[in-house]
């Protein structure tokens, strides 16, 4: 018998060490998602997270109990300047009972995935740009005693689900826009029964400390709550005139409340602007563009003066051309394939097939001899403009364009480099189908269901957090619009960049430099460098594309507004998202049109330093946009198509 125990709790103790590791390892990999969707860190408080520990317990903000056995109960991480997302990954840290992260930049929705954390006592995710409704799965936490989400962007109605927590000591929501009644019995009656015969926040017998205030509430406040201190409902839309609402005209339309302007806890107003005070900005700013308009005209004046013949004309020799030696490496391109122009005539008809064309480029489409369908785009640059100082560029680009591998970026398939006569031409694989414009805008649009337009939204999503974040150094895209991306028979996008060509003959000649047996091109700016800048951009240009994939309108129309300020005064009303949808679309999935919704607001944000990272907006439409159709997305084209099948 004794054996027979030895026996057994020597396998407890060999299953127990087993499994140690594995759970260490999860919580690893849930805290280095945390880390990788955390794009700003100014302090370096996630430096020391490193993927080869095995155990996190040393790292900064992070505390296990008992120490060092790879439970992770504690994620501290207030003023910390952090500014990125919450990863659904957290959810994961099930041993977690304190989740602080208050006073950083935190952005996006509150991830469901937080209803996991059963083992929860206190979460502080307060003072951050969190958006959206605070999750119903939180209600699932049921030994949690503190929850702060106050100072926020939050909106919607306040969970009744949060009644199930029974252990719920403090609740602070104020701040935010949370919208809706207070869930809970106004029965005077209930005040008398017992805690489980009533709903809402009346259930928490344990509840000492509430602050809704500062929110969009409305109703009546439940009797149960009424012996809360005045000052945790303040600046609400009751109907209790014992409560300091907010001014009437604030309430009179809350779903158009600017929440930008609407102050916090102080309890202060907006007041109207006087008079005088609007005389004096008219005055000034009249004053102002006056003295304006005189340097101007003094300006021109004096421009007109200098040209009359009394400065040296300049030389375009003397300037660049002549001083400047460059000394080209022919093997740069020696991994890009090479192709003949007659290879490309004979697959463009002689050059005949013209399918676009600018004062730069010409686009010819072609199909090679083994069937493949090229886009062949030849740049239309004289042979005396062609210096070395281009044709070091041309190659710098030609290698960059080369390094992208994605299905989702048409590939480039070869150059052709020729003096006789002067070619240079760059070419890439041809989605057939032809440009989302195309099938938005000058079509019926009939072929871009739903399903298929949230298809493309992850797709496009997904290659550029992959062009942004994935790659070294980033790659961005010089002009990302719906006419920059090809689809293909099966209607997946495919980003060609001709835009970049296009540009190509300008950018070298704005500065000057030397290039001496391959050395760096001193004085010019790295055109990667040039690229990750542009990285903001292209994430307002996917927001504008969310917007004319939701609405089929184009972003510039002289029949239409302009998108993005048309939008605008639907998107920061929820309940008004509905006002953007393309009318020849069906079936179109409310949830998910709210998550795109708010990714569109983020990406069109008026300032560039505040726009996410494409990282972080895929991962907001992956984890909010149906689970099933994210999935499909991610598993294979042909389930996508399958999918869709079935829908239809």
């Known amino acids: 018998m004794a054996r027979l125990l030895l026996v057994v709790g020597l396998g407890c103790v060999l299953l127990a060490a087993a499994s140690e590791p594995a759970a260490a390892s999860d919580q690893v990999a849930a805290l280095l998602a945390f880390k990788r969707d955390i794009y700003e860190d100014p302090f370096a408080m996630l430096s020391d997270w490193n993927s080869s520990d095995t155990v996190p317990c040393l790292w900064s903000g992070v505390s296990c109990s008992p120490p060092l056995d790879g439970r992770v109960v504690t994620l501290e991480l207030s003023n910390s300047s952090l500014r990125g997302f919450l990863a659904a990954e957290i959810g994961s840290l099930s041993s977690l009972q304190k989740l602080i992260l208050d006073h950083n930049t935190l952005m996006g929705s509150i991830p469901r995935a937080i209803g996991k ?38 909106n919607g109605d306040i969970p009744p689900e949060l009644g199930k927590l029974t252990n719920l000591v403090e609740l602070r929501l104020g701040n935010n826009s949370l919208t809706g009644t207070i869930p809970g019995s106004n029965d005077s009656v209930m005040v008398t029964t017992s805690r489980e015969d009533q709903v809402g926040l009346c259930q928490l017998a344990q509840l000492t400390d509430l602050d809704l205030s ?34 009437v005209e604030q309430c009179e339309n809350i779903n158009g409340t600017d929440t930008d302007h609407i102050t916090g806890g102080s309890g202060e107003k907006n007041m109207t602007q006087p008079l005088w005070l609007l005389i004096v900005e008219v005055v000034t700013g009249v004053s102002v563009l006056s003295i304006l308009t005189l340097c101007a005209i003094a300006g021109l004046r004096r421009c007109k003066d200098r040209s009359s013949g009394d400065s040296i004309p300049w030389t375009r020799a003397i300037s660049w051309k002549e001083s400047t030696v460059i000394s080209i490496d022919d093997d740069l391109l020696g991994n890009v394939p090479k192709m003949s122009r007659q290879e490309l005539a004979e697959a463009c008809e002689d050059f005949s097939n013209i399918i676009g064309s600018s004062h730069e480029t010409v686009v010819y489409k072609g199909t090679m001899k083994d069937g493949r369908e090229i886009a062949v785009m030849s740049l239309s640059v004289p042979v005396h403009y062609w210096t070395n ?20 970026v048409a590939k480039m398939v070869g150059y052709c480099k020729e003096s006789d006569p002067f070619s240079r031409m760059l070419v890439f694989e041809y989605p057939a189908n032809g440009t989302l414009y195309e099938h938005l805008h000058d079509g019926e649009g009939c072929q871009l ?44 996008p495919k980003i060609i960049d001709f835009e970049r060509w296009r ?46 994939l939701i609405s089929g309108r184009a972003s510039l129309s002289k029949d239409t507004d302009d998108l993005v300020d048309w939008a605008r005064k639907h998107l920061d009303q929820p309940e008004e998202f509905s006002k953007l949808v393309d009318p020849k679309l069906k079936n179109v999935n409310d949830d998910n049109l709210g998550i795109i919704c708010n990714a569109v607001n983020l990406c069109i944000d ?27 997305l991610r598993a294979s084209s042909l389930a996508w198509a399958t999918a869709e099948l079935a829908i239809s």
């Open 389 to 408: 100082y281009v044709e070091l560029y041309f190659q710098r680009e030609a290698i960059e364009m080369a390094r992208l591998d994605h299905e989702n």
């Open 606 to 632: 008026a300032e560039p330093s505040r726009r996410p990272s494409m990282n972080m907006i895929a991962a907001i439409l992956e984890e909010g946009v149906d689970m099933s159709t994210a999935t499909a």
């Open 449 to 492: 269901s739903w399903p298929r337009r949230v298809k493309i939204a992850l797709s496009i999503a997904g290659v550029l957090r992959h062009l942004h974040t994935e790659l070294q150094p980033p790659f961005a895209v010089a002009a990302l619009t719906s006419s920059s991306v090809y689809l293909t028979e099966e209607f997946s």
């Open 117 to 154: 954390l059963q083992n929860l006592t206190v979460l502080n995710l307060s003072t951050n740009q969190l958006m959206g409704p605070i999750p119903s799965e939180i209600g699932d936490m049921r030994k949690i005693s503190t929850i702060d989400l106050h100072a926020n962007r939050l």
């Open 503 to 548: 540009a190509l003959v300008a950018k070298p000649f704005l500065s000057s430099g030397v290039i001496v047996n391959g050395g760096p091109l001193n004085g010019v700016v790295d055109p990667r460098q040039m690229r990750f800048m542009d990285v903001q951009a292209n994430t307002f240009a996917f927001g504008v594309i969310l917007l004319e």
């Open 214 to 247: 500062y929110n969009f509430l409305v109703g009546d406040i439940p009797t149960c709550l009424k012996q809360m201190k005045g000052s945790s409902m303040v600046g609400n839309c009751f109907q209790d005139n014992d409560i300091m609402n907010r001014p």
